[in-house]
């Protein structure tokens, strides 16, 4: 199976930052990656998929990008209801496996 | 609106089985993947298993392969999961999930059932 790494696995941001938070992979996976928003008690939601490309409705501060084995999440000016933890997705090679989670909390 | 409600978990000793469902509602589920996410308490996400939108072709991980039956039922718009010889390991909070853009499994979920608590302990 493909392994997911995040960095950094705890992150203490201010409202206003600009936060970036780094995937990798264990081997290639071409652009086949997500980033899912997870709330305490709450699903996921999706945010970025084909490591780029915004999900409909997701705020424009969050963007994606990389390919291959490196990718990124950037939140161009962290706001109140993004203090959450984040997850990467690799779709490219059965199965699916996901990152463990970068936790961004209140500076 | 998209809209898929869990239910189902519970407590169920080792050893034991539990049914689990999600009814969709909002779109036509029969057009899309689903697949089932799960959530250890205080940990990350692992899928679990998927369905094409036709029943034609199952995936499962194989921590769970042998053990948990995916299935659904269009006519009735409701996904399920099926899980036989539960260990410990199995607790978690079980989310359906709904791909995004096909009725082939893809597994990108933009939208996702509230989740169900599935306990194992004796």
């Known amino acids: 199976d493909i392994q997911l790494t995040q960095s950094p696995s705890f992150l203490s941001a201010s409202v206003g930052d600009r936060v970036t938070i780094t995937c990798r992979a264990s081997q290639g996976i071409s652009t086949y990656l997500a980033w899912y928003q997870q709330k305490p008690g709450k699903a996921p939601k999706l945010l970025i998929y084909t490591a780029f490309i915004l999900q409909s409705g997701v705020p424009s501060r969050f963007s994606g990008s990389g390919s291959g084995t490196e990718f990124t999440l950037t939140i161009s000016s962290l706001q109140p209801e993004d203090f959450a933890t984040y997850y990467c997705?690799?779709?490219?090679?059965?199965?699916?496996?996901f990152g463990p989670g970068t936790k961004v909390e209140i500076k | 609106e998209v809209q898929l409600v869990d239910s189902g978990g519970g407590l169920v000793q080792p050893g034991g089985s539990l049914r689990l469902s999600c009814a969709a509602s909002?779109?036509?589920?029969?057009?899309?993947?689903m697949s089932w996410v799960r959530q250890a308490p205080g940990k990350g996400l692992e899928w679990v298993s998927a369905i094409t939108g036709g029943a034609s072709s199952t995936y499962y991980a194989d921590s769970v392969k042998g053990r948990f039956i995916i299935s659904r039922d269009n006519t009735k718009n409701t996904l399920y999961l099926q899980m036989n010889s539960l260990t410990a390991e199995d607790t978690a909070v079980y989310y359906c999930a709904k791909d995004r853009s096909s009725s082939w499994y893809v597994g990108y979920f933009d939208s996702w059932g509230q989740g169900s608590l599935v306990t194992v302990s004796s």
């Open positions: 909002g779109f036509t589920f029969s057009s899309y993947a």
């Open positions: 997705q690799q779709l490219n090679t059965y199965p699916q496996t």
